[in-house]
């Protein structure tokens, strides 16, 4: 299984190979194919460490692109699923008594996350794993800023104590209404406006909603480390 130290340094931008490694690698190599080749011509055996390093190159690489890859995608589907749990009617109600138990069932639904966490603007918030929490220092943290700001925000790595395990933050903003992403026509105004009333809000049909507060997801990093250790490795 591939390392949270691995991991930590894939996250930071590090390169799962480092020169040392592949200087390693390469000096391997060179005396594996000497007690191969034995008595074999001098040119021969260049020839043929060459094809044998450039191959060994060409997958390293390979396996690094595919697992760069497979980590966008995996972490893609959770933004995805961070984002539409904001969207959700009991969600944007802002009511406890809708939001707990949906969350609760969501957490229970969701195996990736380590809990989910609904946040008012003022940081107060409702984790699934602890309840209601009146303590505001979440209202500091960048990732919490861009959401209630209207941005989705993936963070880096932090941890809650010295003692507790890693994680990464999604947080999606909670919109006061959808949001209008397209043109419509006058027509679909006019049921976009009955609908907006329909749910209690202004029934203006072109006015910006504004946030009302965050929706995050905590995934533990060792989440992603399991993920990256079952992708396939690259035949050579």
């Known amino acids: 299984m591939v390392s949270v130290k691995t991991l930590v340094q894939a996250l930071r931008g590090k390169p799962l190979l480092s020169r040392r490694s592949r200087?390693?690698?390469?000096?391997?190599?060179l005396t594996s194919s000497l007690l191969i080749v034995g008595a074999t011509a001098v040119t021969s055996y260049w020839l043929v460490h060459k094809i044998i390093l450039d191959s060994v190159k060409a997958n390293a690489l390979l396996t690094v692109e595919k697992a760069g890859d497979d980590i966008?995608?995996?972490l893609a589907t959770r933004v995805a699923e961070v984002e539409t749990l904001?969207?959700?009617v009991a969600i944007r109600s802002m009511h406890l008594e809708a939001v707990i138990p949906f969350l609760s069932l969501e957490a229970d639904r969701l195996p990736e996350y380590d809990f989910l966490l609904y946040a008012y603007p003022d940081g107060s918030h409702y984790r699934t794993d602890k309840g209601f929490i009146q303590d505001?220092?979440?209202?500091s943290t960048s990732y919490f800023k861009q959401a209630i700001a209207g941005q989705i925000r993936i963070s880096g790595l932090m941890t809650t104590n010295a003692n507790a395990p890693q994680q990464v933050s999604i947080a999606a903003p909670i919109w006061s209404a959808s949001p209008l992403r397209r043109t419509i026509s006058k027509e679909r105004a006019e049921i976009r406006a009955e609908n907006l009333y329909a749910f209690g809000?202004?029934?203006?049909?072109?006015?910006?909603?504004?946030?009302?507060?965050?929706l995050v997801g905590i995934i533990p990093v060792k989440h992603i480390a399991d993920e990256v250790a079952d992708i396939p490795k690259v035949s050579g």
């Open 23 to 29: 200087r390693w690698a390469s000096l391997t190599l």
């Open 72 to 74: 966008d995608q995996w």
């Open 86 to 88: 904001a969207n959700q």
């Open 136 to 139: 505001r220092k979440l209202a």
């Open 201 to 214: 809000l202004p029934s203006d049909p072109y006015q910006k909603p504004k946030p009302v507060g965050t």
